[in-house]
């Protein structure tokens, strides 16, 4: 069973800078990979960045590669999203999410998610 929390959305301006945490309790489940992945009103879940259990190799989306940085800390069980050169379009609900595979881009892959946490970006 894994039990995800993410917290520190909120609203922010064009440029701004914001981290994203989520908090995990992992109990006989076999992490691949966690994920952050965000929904804007009316569009489909997309993915967003992943970072894989063992070797922590991470990998982004076209729309934020160099501007987000996925990360975690072991010791505090905590996924981070470091999001830099905030924009509107990065307003969106973001999810933290766990899987078990290596399909590591698709959401329906994930088999756990937390609650989510809005983040809106004002021009």
């Known amino acids: 069973q894994v039990e995800l929390v993410e917290s520190g959305g909120r609203l922010v301006h064009t440029g701004d800078s914001l981290r994203l945490s989520c908090t995990y309790s992992?109990?006989?489940?076999?992490?691949?990979?966690m994920g952050w992945f965000r929904q804007a009103p009316g569009k489909e879940r997309e993915f967003v960045a992943t970072?894989?259990?063992?070797?922590?190799?991470?990998y982004y989306s076209d729309s934020v590669k160099g501007r987000f940085t996925i990360s975690r800390d072991n010791a505090k069980s905590t996924l981070f999203l470091q999001m830099n050169s905030l924009n509107p379009a990065d307003t969106a609900v973001y999810y933290c999410?766990?899987?078990?595979?290596?399909?590591?881009?698709?959401?329906?892959?994930?088999?756990?998610w937390g609650q989510g946490t809005q983040v809106t970006v004002s021009s």
């Open positions: 970072i894989t259990w063992d070797f922590g190799n991470t």
């Open positions: 992992i109990r006989r489940f076999t992490t691949y990979a």
């Open positions: 999410a766990a899987t078990a595979t290596s399909n590591l881009l698709t959401p329906r892959s994930y088999a756990f």
